[in-house]
Every structure is written in structure tokens, then in C-alpha cells.
């Protein structure tokens, strides 16, 4: 049985607070964005730009967006190359930066246990040569023969829905895990370590039928399974996932083991985490080519100051005319039509467009950015 553990709000036990004076950056000013970081430089700005951890009312192990792909081909034709993506939340961004391609991704969430899980996933792809290995060691079953690299994402995730995990595997998968993340000498608290321990046994125990609802906490059926998610595709039928083919894996496995997908705590409301980024992106010209919000704004609407915090934030961004908010909206509360099977649809906008609405006045409630959005 899975125990929850309430892990919102707990912070590393040794922190390297990191000034965002230019003397004590990871980066010099103006200098081009680097195509590797350092693991001393990805830490300090793990440390050095996230806030504190905040509470949220899901544990959001997985997505629970099915349609989330429908916007990739509108972003592709939009996106240029080698900007920047910000996101929220677990493997979905995964989808999105291996679509997109940018040169770096900043994932950036309320909960200390999502950037905790992103550490986990990090260390799963530097293990990992290939999709099959990965499963294997994030789901703890043993890898079935006959697996090949041009394997569908169905052939796939059909090698291990038939499988029990095997307790010995999974032990010596979280001791690789933890292995890993100290050899890159990221100052992790033992809280952090048990944080791992409780994440990684969720996957195990549920392997690829893991959704949203796992352990009562989701918040409402009907949610799709990991599987199901990694199996979808847009309404073309194409399938945009990370495991949808070997070179959507490769490309987040290059991104992680080159430290280019940094994992935040932040408040999207916050006085730091999107600032600092802001700055950190200003001093090496580079804009965003998306940010990926899932419904963050919903609740951020309940309060009439945190999502004009929101804005202001956004509005240190640096953005061009491809910028590009992707959203998730609940079809039902907004009636929207979604169709393809799904209770949220996702919308995108544009983020320059969103920021003068902001600026003259014509936002005002969380209806009128879906109102922006198509």
C-alpha cells in the first residue's frame, strides 16, 4: 500500500543561498547561454533562484492533461529555435521540451516535492541509454527481451503492464538513484532522500497504470494512466511524447545529462523564482519560447493580488512575438468544447498579447485569459 507523506514546504537542510548580484553568479553577465552547465553552476541556480517550498492541494505524481499534445504542432510552427522553456509539474514538460528543443528549461513549482521528482527522473535518464532501460528502472520490473529501439510507445508500455515489480530491482535502482544525485554533489537534506524513497515507491507499487488519483489524492476520476499519457497523440494522430520514439528520449537525455533542465521551487506568484530567471535569460539574450501553466492560474485568480504578482513576473520576461503561453482548462467549468475524450482541453496565447492586456487593464478574471486563449 502507498503511504503518503506530506512533504509540501520542507527545505534542504543546507542551502547555498546564491546572490543574484553579478559577482556571485553561476554565469557571467552578457555571455552566451552555455551549452552545459557545470554541476556546481546548476546547483547554485537551483538553490540560488528557487523560494521556499508552499503547499498545493494535489501530490501531482503525473499529469492528468490526456489532450496536452493537441497545441505541439501550433507550437512548432511558432516556435524559434533556441529559445527557452518554462514549465510546471511533472513529465509533461518532458513532452513539450523534447517537441520543442529548446536550450534550456526551467520547471518551476510551489511544491519542493515536484523539483525533488525532477531530480529523480534527471538521474533515471542518466542511467537510462534507452526508453526500454528507463522504464525498467522507474517502474522496477526487469526489462522483457525482444525489445527493440524502434519499438512503438504501445509495443513498449505492453513489455511491462504484465509485469510485477521486483522488490530487489527496486532497491537497487533507489540506491543508483541517490548514487547519482550525490555524485554530482547536489547538497540534498535526508528529508530529500526521504522524499525520494517515497516517490520512487509510488511508481513502483502502481508501474505503468500510475495516475493521478493514486492514493485517493487526485481529486476526482477518470484520470489517465502514465501509459495512456505516453501513448496519446494529437488529433492527427501523431504522438509527441518523450517515449514515443528513441530521439524524443535522446533529446531530454542530452538535456539532463548537460544540466540544461533545471527543476525550481517557486511561486509562480513569488518574489523570485520567475525574476531570477528573467535576469538569468536577459543576461544571455535569449527569449522564451514557451511556458507551459497547466490551470496554475485558475487558483491564482481566487486571490485578487497573487495573479497580478503573476503578470508583473511574466512582464520581467524576456518574450518576443513567438512567445507562447500554454494552458489547461477545465472544459467543463468554462465550456469550452474539447472533444478527443478529454475533461481539459489545452489552449495556448500569446504571452506578449497577455502582458499589455495586463498592462492597459483589460484582465481581470481568470475568464478573460481563456477568453485570449485558442
Same mark, same amino acid.
Given at each position: 500500500?502507498? @503511504? ?7 527545505? *534542504? ?17 552578457? !555571455? @552566451?547561454?552555455?551549452?552545459?552547465? @557545470? =554541476? ?14 508552499? #503547499? ?32 510546471? +509539474? ?5 513532452? /513539450? ?34 526508453? *526500454? ?11 522483457? *527481451? ?13 513489455? #511491462? !503492464? ?8 527496486? !532497491? !537497487? ?18 528529508? =530529500? ?13 502502481? +508501474? ?61 506568484? +513569488? ?8 535576469? #538569468? ?7 522564451? @519560447? ?12 481566487? =486571490? ?6 503573476? /503578470? ?21 467549468? /468554462?465550456?469550452?468544447?474539447?472533444? /478527443? ?12 498579447? *497577455? ?10 478574471? #481568470? ?8
Amino acid at each position: 500500500m502507498i @503511504t503518503r507523506r506530506s512533504v509540501f514546504g520542507i527545505t *534542504a537542510a543546507v542551502v547555498l543561498f546564491v546572490s543574484l548580484s553579478p559577482s556571485v553568479k553561476p554565469y557571467k553577465a552578457t !555571455e @552566451t547561454l552555455p551549452g552545459r552547465l @557545470t =554541476d556546481d553552476a546548476f546547483w547554485k541556480v537551483v538553490t540560488g533562484f528557487s523560494e521556499e517550498g508552499g #503547499y498545493f492541494r494535489f501530490e501531482n505524481f503525473l499529469s492528468n492533461e490526456l489532450g496536452f499534445q493537441t497545441v505541439i504542432p501550433a507550437l512548432k510552427d511558432m516556435a524559434r529555435p533556441g529559445g527557452v522553456y518554462l514549465g510546471v +509539474g511533472p513529465e509533461q514538460n518532458f513532452t /513539450y521540451i523534447s517537441a520543442l528543443q529548446p536550450k534550456i528549461a526551467f520547471i518551476i513549482d510551489i511544491r519542493r516535492q515536484n523539483m525533488i521528482e525532477h531530480l529523480m527522473y534527471k538521474a533515471l535518464f542518466e542511467l537510462s541509454t534507452d526508453r *526500454a532501460d528507463f522504464l525498467s528502472r522507474l517502474y522496477a520490473r526487469k526489462r522483457p *527481451a525482444g525489445l527493440t529501439a524502434d519499438a512503438g510507445s504501445d509495443v513498449l508500455f505492453a513489455g #511491462y !503492464e504484465r509485469l510485477q515489480h521486483d522488490p530487489q530491482l527496486a !532497491e !537497487e535502482n533507489l540506491s543508483a538513484i541517490k548514487q547519482t544525485l550525490r555524485n554530482h554533489k547536489f547538497l540534498l537534506s535526508k528529508e =530529500d532522500f526521504d522524499t525520494i524513497n517515497y516517490v520512487y515507491s509510488v511508481f513502483v507499487e502502481s +508501474g505503468p497504470d500510475l495516475d493521478y488519483n493514486v492514493g485517493g489524492f487526485g481529486g476526482g476520476g477518470g484520470s489517465p494512466t502514465y501509459e495512456q499519457l505516453m501513448t496519446a497523440t494529437d488529433k492527427a494522430g501523431h504522438n509527441w511524447s518523450y517515449l514515443a520514439t528513441e530521439a524524443n528520449y535522446r533529446t531530454m537525455r542530452e538535456m539532463e545529462l548537460k544540466n540544461l533542465i533545471i527543476p525550481l521551487v517557486g511561486d509562480f506568484a +513569488g518574489p523570485k523564482a520567475i525574476r531570477a530567471v528573467a535576469e #538569468y535569460l536577459a543576461d544571455h539574450d535569449v527569449k522564451v @519560447t514557451a511556458f507551459y501553466l497547466s490551470n496554475v492560474e485558475q487558483y491564482l485568480f481566487q =486571490d485578487s493580488t497573487h495573479w497580478r504578482r503573476f /503578470y508583473r513576473n511574466v512582464s520581467a520576461l524576456p518574450l518576443d512575438s513567438s512567445s507562447t503561453f500554454i494552458r489547461s482548462v477545465n472544459i467543463g467549468a /468554462y465550456g469550452r468544447i474539447g472533444g /478527443y475524450g478529454m475533461r481539459f482541453q489545452s489552449l495556448i496565447s500569446s504571452m506578449p498579447d *497577455a502582458v499589455k492586456a495586463f498592462d492597459e487593464g483589460r484582465i481581470r478574471y #481568470y475568464n478573460d485569459v481563456i477568453r485570449m486563449s485558442h
